[in-house]
Structure formats: C-alpha cells, structure tokens
C-alpha cells in the first residue's frame, strides 16, 4: 500500500503498519488482508518518521490491527517518541491484545502521556460484540485489555462505531459505560464510512444518521450530563439534533473530506465535518442549515 507523505499542514498523518486483522469487523471501510506486510511496512514507517517535520503537532498509527505487530509496535512508539518527542501518538486498535498486561505495561509507559489509544466498543451485550467484530471472545478480550490500560494510566478513546445492529442500545451502552467504564477519556460515536464491508454489506449493517437522531441524542446527554467527556465524529451538523451540534467534531481525514454545492449556502458549513470522498454515496437528508437562531 502506498503511503501518504507526512503534511505538518495535514490534520490527518498516519503510519499505516498493516493490512492484517484479527477480527473482520462487519463494517469494516478497510477489509484485512491475508499477506506478510509487517516487515516492509515497518522499515518504511521508521524513515517516515524521520523524515517528518519536528514541530508535527500528531501522528497516527493503524491498520489493520496494529498490535499484531507485537513488541516492534512498542519499538515503533519508542522511535516517535525519540525523534519527535512532543507529537502526540494516536493509535486505533481492537484492544484485544492488551488483554496481556506485561505487552500492556510496556506499550503505555514507551507512550509515555503523548499516547492515546483509540479501542472500539461495539456493544455493552458481548453476543453484539463479537457478531460486530467478526470474532468470537473479541468482547471479553478487549474488555480485559481496556482494564489492564486503565490500570497502567492509559489515555482512552472509547470508540463506538454507530451501525444497523447496535444503534436502539446507544442509551443502555452509555450507562454500561457510566457504571463500568467510567476510566475512559472521552467516548466518541462514530458515524461509519460507506465504502468496504460497511458497503458490501450495507442490508445488513448500514443505517442513515437521520434514522438514529432520538437514540444519538439520549446516549451523549446521558454521558455529558454525568461529566463524561463526549463526542461525535463523522456526521454532518445538518443530520443532528442542534442540542448535539457542541459535541460535533471536524473529523474527516482532509484528504477524504469533500462537501456537497447545496452546503456553500450552509451557515455551520465551517464547523461542519462534511462528508467522505471515499463513500459510495452521501447520507440521506444533507440541507444545508440556513439559521441557527431557534
């Protein structure tokens, strides 16, 4: 795969360090791939990272899942920190590798505090989990590894990819996460990317933003209302209720972000995220808002 140069003006630089996983999440932008990537990529990365600008405010790694490349991830994390010490990292992973404390411990102290760790929650019901995830004991051992995290002082992104299958229990999984998970850093409903399996598979996972609003809106009040930090990435401000529009964040990668002609007109349109180039087709229901007065 070829990878972009790194962009000190680009909100999105990522190291990309494998195409394998090992879950097949069924709504997947980016299905895995059986290939032995991991050695190639590696070196690749190691001279992106020394090539990139000093003053780079954060960079990505993702995959695939990141953490099959075992202890080389830690060596990875330990070469950012080295040769750029005050970008911070962001790394999207299953989680389900850190159920091994000591490969734990030794991930989150090389991150030192510039690591975060982006672990997706599909359900707080473990059959909904792993049906999600394509995995069985995915639930369980990514439950395990968000524990061990937490208990190493971990920055936690709790990722909830909002789909078909898991989109009536947003309020029941906002108080699982209130009652067990209350060590995250911030909780993130996501709204999905229509291109891969989430495109394929679209009769079974795919569900409109405009579909979910009323389930969307109780979950994040209920979190932001007990003081947990809350946001939602992905979806357009004229597909949510305006009591969510503080919680909208402009997430799209810059590279794969685009806007319809009818949002010109828009008055939020430059607080807006937009919309992915990558998606087969647009969300139903984009108008661009023409007040926010009530």
Partial sequence: ?????????????????????????I???????????????YEQNIERIKQAPKNLQSIGITGGEPTLLGYKLVELIQVIRKTLPDTDIHLLSN????????????????????????????????GDHDLIAGSQNAYIETMKGLYNIAMQGGIIELRIVMNKLNFSRFLPMAKFIHKNLSFVTWTAFMGMERTGFADS??????????????????AVHFLADWS?????????????PKGLYNFAKRSISDWKN???????????????????TTSSVPYDGIAPILSIKD
Wanted: charged residues 30%; glycine residues 4%; contains cysteine.
């Fill in 27 to 41: 709504m997947c932008c980016q299905p895995p791939k059986r290939t032995h990537d991991i050695d190639s990529l």
């Fill in 258 to 276: 685009y806007y319809l002609p009818e949002c010109n007109q828009c008055v939020m349109k430059e607080k807006c995220c937009g919309l992915f």
């Fill in 1 to 25: 795969m070829k990878q972009r140069e790194i962009n000190i003006k680009s909100n999105d630089n990522t190291l990309f360090v494998t195409e394998q996983c090992n879950n097949r999440c």
């Fill in 201 to 218: 598979k679209s009769e079974k996972i795919w569900i409109e933003p405009i579909e979910y609003q009323a389930e969307l809106d109780d």
């Fill in 95 to 126: 989680g389900r590798a850190f159920k091994d404390f000591d490969f734990t411990k030794d991930v989150v102290e090389v991150g030192e505090d510039k690591l975060i760790l982006g672990i997706p929650l599909h359900s707080d019901y473990a």
């Fill in 228 to 240: 947990h930090e809350v946001a939602i990435y992905n979806i357009p401000l004229c597909l949510l």
